[in-house]
């Protein structure tokens, strides 16, 4: 039972323009959500998070957006840089618990 | 800052052989993980510890053990390999409530 979903398993971009990454999760007991980033063979790095009483944090060039109702989330890169191209993970944490439930990953390709 | 260091990063084993997969963390984070990642799949939790001397299972820890062996320290054994064992293993920490760090993996092949 896959808690949390990424439907896009790849998206392609154009150099400059809006990257939107999208996540759904089913458990309503998930309280805080975050997404990394993953090139190839190295380890996911923390990229932002979100708790559930947001609906938008923002960093940067990155902001997430967090849609209680429709348990939906988004990653959005502005503008998208070429450095960008990699795997984003959406993760999720239960209220109270530690663990971290992952999705499976969208590749990122950000084209010049 | 070492962060989250991980051994071997890289490991060929025989079905049916044994090994430790060893990791350290240098930021004094309580709580420890070992997650697999595998195409298609994202990465699913194998075991964590949320402090030193306590474990508990993730959603895939059948073929594994875990040792706390420390604050510091949180090895990953599987006793008896086999293919579908085959994936890139990654440890992580975190301080509670905030986010994980992940090491750099270790990729395993089952022959």
């Known amino acids: 039972d896959q808690q949390v979903k990424q439907n896009s398993p790849s998206l392609s971009v154009q150099e400059g323009r809006i990257s939107i990454l999208n996540c759904d999760y089913t458990?309503?007991?998930?309280?805080?959500f975050l997404w990394y980033k993953k090139y190839p063979a190295e380890g996911p790095t923390f990229l932002i998070s979100?708790?559930?009483?947001?609906d938008k944090n923002e960093d940067g060039r990155f902001t997430v957006f967090l849609n209680k109702s429709a348990k939906h989330l988004s990653l959005h890169i502005v503008p998208s840089q070429p450095g960008d191209s990699a795997v984003y993970f959406c993760?999720?944490?239960?209220?109270?618990?530690?663990?971290?439930?992952f999705g499976t990953g969208t590749q990122l390709k950000v084209e010049l | 800052n070492a962060g989250v260091t991980q051994t071997p990063k890289f490991q060929v084993l025989k079905t049916g052989q044994s090994m430790t997969l060893q990791c350290a963390q240098d930021?004094?984070?309580?709580?420890m993980y070992w997650y697999r990642q595998d195409p298609g799949m994202g990465l699913r939790l194998i075991y964590y510890?949320?402090?030193?001397?306590?474990?508990d299972k993730g959603e895939v820890p059948n073929g594994y053990n875990v040792s706390r062996l420390n604050k510091r320290e949180f090895s990953l054994r599987l006793e008896s390999a086999a293919p579908s064992q085959t994936s890139v293993y990654f440890c992580?920490?975190?301080?509670?409530?905030?986010?994980?760090?992940f090491g750099q993996g270790t990729r395993l092949t089952v022959v």
């Open positions: 993760a999720a944490r239960r209220g109270g618990g530690n663990k971290l439930t």
């Open positions: 458990n309503s007991m998930f309280d805080y």
């Open positions: 979100i708790s559930s009483i947001k």
């Open positions: 930021m004094n984070h309580n709580s």
């Open positions: 510890s949320a402090s030193e001397g306590t474990t």
């Open positions: 992580a920490s975190a301080r509670e409530w905030t986010e994980a760090f």
